[in-house]
């Protein structure tokens, strides 16, 4: 829990196409920490009595967004190399797309009409857009590389499926490992040693860049990626 009127949730998914998926509310206007993310999202989003669908792009760099008093969210991050054929990742980078809704969640999508299922059940949207052919996997291997000519080829295919470069996408999953780890207890030194970092200075410096936190500061943050 971030404050005491910030109220959140989380669950890991068995869907090969989402990481996470969390709901959040408010009884009273609060300031969330939104940390940079490689994940695209789709969210079903109430606040001051209007209900949108908003499509969320990969996240560089974080931010605060202030919640009014009766805000909720139900948000599903699909998994990095999961995008939607129409809306190119790249296009989506630090930006959104909104979408009008009914109170019931129901909303327009490409022609379709589409009910925004509850946080328990959020599969069923992701499933049924894969089933009518809007969501794509396409994430190569590493291993597969071997030359430079394919070398640019796999950086293509990563800016293709995530938005970002493979460096970049390769920071942001380290950072959300590393999240990972200081939740789970373990010490701020040994998580840069297990994840490269240079030291543990080159630690902190990243998650001020990426998480607008020190590691310290984190165990604050709701956020369980």
Partial sequence: MHSAVLLWQERQSNSRFIQSVWTSSTPAPVSRAVIADPCISIALVKNSGDTYVVVTGPKTKPYHQLLPSGYTCVSIRLRPGTFLKNWPAQKLIDKSVTFAADAEGRFLFEGVHLQFPDFEQAERLVDQLYELGHIEYRLPGRALVTTRSSDRTYA????????????????????????QLLKQGRAAADVAAELAFVDQSHFVRASRQFFGHTPRQLLDLPQSP
């Fill in 156 to 179: 293509r295919h990563i800016r293709h499926a995530t938005g970002l470069s493979p460096y970049r996408l390769y920071q942001l999953q380290r950072m959300h490992q590393a999240l």
